[in-house]
């Protein structure tokens, strides 16, 4: 069965930390890139990590520096560990295949607010 289930998401406000977790099926992990993408109200989703199954990592500019992806290759888990976040982080971030595969989890919310 296909499936992603990401968590870790909550309230946190500007300059905090949140670490994301995502749980993906075999089928979509594998040897696959990995990638978190996230999407603002009103906002198209955009990707803003990727890690290759042998740990090569790309950021978006306006995250580098923050974030780090990572992944366990036992587990079929990816992380994304936020650090310094900005109001403009607040998104419901996901996790899938890079390029993404057609199934989507339920997302992680996540908010930067004072």
């Known amino acids: 069965q296909v499936q992603l289930v990401e968590s870790g998401g909550g309230l946190v406000q500007p300059g905090g930390s949140l670490r994301l977790s995502c749980a993906a099926s075999?089928?979509?992990?594998?040897?696959?890139?990995m990638g978190w993408y996230r999407q603002a109200p009103g906002k198209q989703r955009e990707l803003v990590a990727r890690?290759?199954?042998?740990?090569?990592?790309n950021y978006a500019d306006s995250v580098k520096g923050r974030f780090t992806i990572s992944r366990d290759n036992t587990k079929n888990t990816v992380y994304l560990q936020m650090n310094s976040l900005k109001p403009e982080d607040t998104a419901v971030y996901y996790c899938?295949?890079?390029?993404?595969?057609?199934?989507w989890g339920q997302g992680t919310q996540v908010t930067v607010s004072s």
């Open positions: 899938n295949a890079h390029p993404s595969k057609s199934v």
């Open positions: 890690i290759t199954s042998g740990g090569n990592t």
């Open positions: 075999g089928s979509i992990f594998g040897r696959n890139a």
